[in-house]
């Protein structure tokens, strides 16, 4: 699936990033956002699948992101 | 116990009555007897071929066996024919039934073929994981051809879990494939209905480096502040949940005994200075990533010690805390891991099991159902988050399963935490404080996180107190206590009502006052 969306920092659980998409889906990145795109506002293209698993953060869906550049 | 009684028993029971049936006639056919024969074989073939490790197959066709002389017993009598003999076959065959159940249940082997061969490392690099739970009468050696077919190995999920304990547990397998068959492997048994009860995914999940945040200013308590602890000013979730005057009521009491409070989460630095002399049990006495020793401080760190914070744990005398690594050291955690924590607390005779933890789907994991119900009825009190997305909580697990306490959080204004989900449509549904919540830091240190993670373990380790008060308290009667001495506040619809400890521990102690 792709997406475009905007990177933001989530001031929670000790701080994460994070994408929400347009439209306003929350995306958790599995394996995080890649540090040259930590950037809160930052706008990003990328191509995700959806996984099935749990983290401490609770923000999101989680997501497998398998390709992200900025837009 | 569904394995003990199947195909084979009514195969051999038929067996049995049908040479029972030709030795009380006059005109004895040997084609019935063989007939009846053969489907002794039959029937042991079967029960040797699908039965569940050395002593469940054993015990499996003793039963058969028992049941088998039983019926011919039964034809004999009615054919008013001599049937002590097989009367004493079948009692034979019910006291090595008994005799090998219980050896099976002392020494526990891992019961299913294959598990030797299965991978000493849980994931290879080229190999991924998923979860594999059978149907109730199925076996592992019914999906081996299609697990040899596609590379797959197999290992029981919960291999100390018997049948005995929990027929749902006991039938998990991890399924360890290469990477890119994985999928259709999938897709491939969850078709197969005859065999599969369930297909999951075990995938590993990255937590990042906490960051630091800024607070945004100390809550100022007007409270008489009772304890010593030096940090204690700044903690307004303690304040605000009434934790002051609730230690002004614990402060000459000696409980029941010391309640058991499991953190399932990323492991507790057992060494840090304000819960080392309270941390016992589990395997987790480390914690390189720190969220879990956060929440083991909110719930459990040692109050009046004069060091660093306070929680309910008046002077460590209410609350042992224990660490599970439900989430790696590096951060990544599995289902099958998550699982297995809880049993682990479970075993651990647990009173309180708090999970910080969670994701969002329109499908709760089985395995972790299965997991958390087998700990509820080994008695422990479930807490978890209610999740960080401000949604909903209806698809947030674990917080969303049957009997679990979701906790949502409160700012210091007592309203929704901005980022909270919300519980309404959950079953049992409560609020605690999770905004600039001052804990453990682990290394030794302190530091303020957001999170419906903090709200949890505050709930817990009211619980906990509770528990130590009063070891036989169900975990219905510990929530509707909570609800019931809780406050109302204006998005109590939406977060439930907020914890209260000094009402609920003077409600618990007016007896005794």
Redesign the interface.
Same mark, same amino acid.
């Given at each position: 699936m792709q997406i475009t969306g905007t990177v933001r920092y989530l001031d929670l659980e000790g701080g994460f990033w994070g994408i929400v998409a347009e439209g306003g889906r929350k995306l958790l990145p599995i394996g995080g956002v890649p540090s040259h795109l930590q950037r809160d506002g930052q706008r990003v293209r990328a191509t995700v699948e959806a996984t099935h698993v749990m983290s401490t953060r609770m923000w999101g869906e989680p997501v497998r992101v398998t390709a992200i550049q900025a837009h | 116990m569904l394995s003990l009684l199947s195909f084979s028993t009514i195969l051999a029971v038929i067996g049995l009555g049908l040479v029972a049936w030709d030795a009380s006639q006059n005109n004895k056919q040997p084609a019935r007897v063989l007939l009846g024969l053969g489907l002794v074989v039959a029937a042991v073939t079967w029960r040797l071929w699908t039965g569940v490790g050395v002593w469940g197959t054993l015990t499996g066709l003793s039963i058969d066996i028992g049941l088998a002389f039983l019926a011919g017993g039964f034809v004999l009598a009615r054919r008013e024919t001599q049937p002590s003999a097989f009367y004493a076959l079948s009692a034979l065959g019910f006291g090595a039934a008994l005799a090998f159940g219980a050896l099976g249940y002392v020494f526990d082997p891992a019961p299913i073929a294959g598990d030797e061969a299965a991978p000493e490392t849980s994931v290879e690099d080229t190999y991924e994981s998923f979860l594999l739970e059978l149907g109730p009468d199925d076996e592992i050696t019914e999906v081996l051809p299609l697990l040899e077919q596609y590379q797959a190995r197999y290992e029981r999920a919960f291999p100390e879990v018997t049948l005995i304990e929990d027929e749902n547990l006991a039938r998990f397998f991890l399924i360890f494939v290469p990477r890119d068959l994985k999928e259709k492997l999938m897709d491939l048994l969850r078709d197969d209905l005859e065999n599969v009860d369930t297909v999951?995914?075990n995938?590993? !999940?990255?937590? =990042?480096?906490? !960051?630091?945040?800024a607070g945004l200013g100390y809550y100022e308590s007007e409270t008489e502040l009772r304890v010593n602890d030096p940090r204690v000013s700044e903690q307004w979730g303690f304040d605000a949940m009434g934790g002051h005057a609730a230690i002004a009521l614990l402060d000459d009491l000696e409980p029941a005994r010391k309640a058991r409070v499991a953190i399932v989460?990323?492991g507790v630095d057992a060494a840090h200075e304000d819960v080392r002399d309270v941390f016992t049990r589990g395997s987790a006495r480390t914690d390189e990533n720190?969220?879990g020793s956060?929440c083991a401080g909110i719930a459990g760190s040692v109050a009046n010690n004069g060091i660093g914070i306070a929680s309910l744990n008046l002077d460590g005398r209410f609350i042992e805390v224990s660490g599970y690594a439900a =989430?790696g050291a590096d951060g990544f955690?599995t289902?099958e891991q998550?699982a297995q924590s809880v049993i682990d607390a479970a075993e651990d005779d647990a009173d309180v099991i708090s999970m910080? =933890?969670?994701?969002?789907?329109p499908f709760t994991?089985k395995v972790l159902t299965d997991a958390i119900a087998y700990a509820q009825r080994r008695g422990a009190i479930v807490v978890a988050?209610?999740?960080?997305?401000n949604i909903d909580a209806y698809n947030?697990?674990p917080s969303n399963i049957e009997g679990v306490i979701a906790v949502a959080a409160v700012d210091q204004r007592l309203d929704k935490a901005r980022?909270s989900?919300t519980v309404g449509s959950l079953t049992r549904p409560i609020a605690a404080p999770g905004v600039d919540i001052l804990s453990l830091k682990n290394g030794g240190d302190y530091i303020q996180?957001?999170?419906?993670?903090m709200a949890a373990p505050m709930v817990a380790g009211l619980l906990g107190v509770m528990r130590a008060l009063q070891p036989d308290l169900s975990a219905e009667d510990a929530y509707e206590m909570l609800v019931a001495f809780g406050q109302e506040v204006q998005d109590s619809e939406q977060v439930g009502r907020v914890i209260r400890a000094d009402a609920v521990l003077a409600a618990m102690l007016v007896p005794a006052l």
């Open positions: - | 999951e995914g995938e590993r !999940v990255e937590w =990042l480096t906490p !960051v630091q945040r989460d990323t720190g969220h956060h =989430l955690g289902m998550i910080s =933890l969670g994701a969002f789907g994991p988050s209610a999740g960080n997305s947030h697990y980022f989900n996180k957001s999170g419906t993670s």
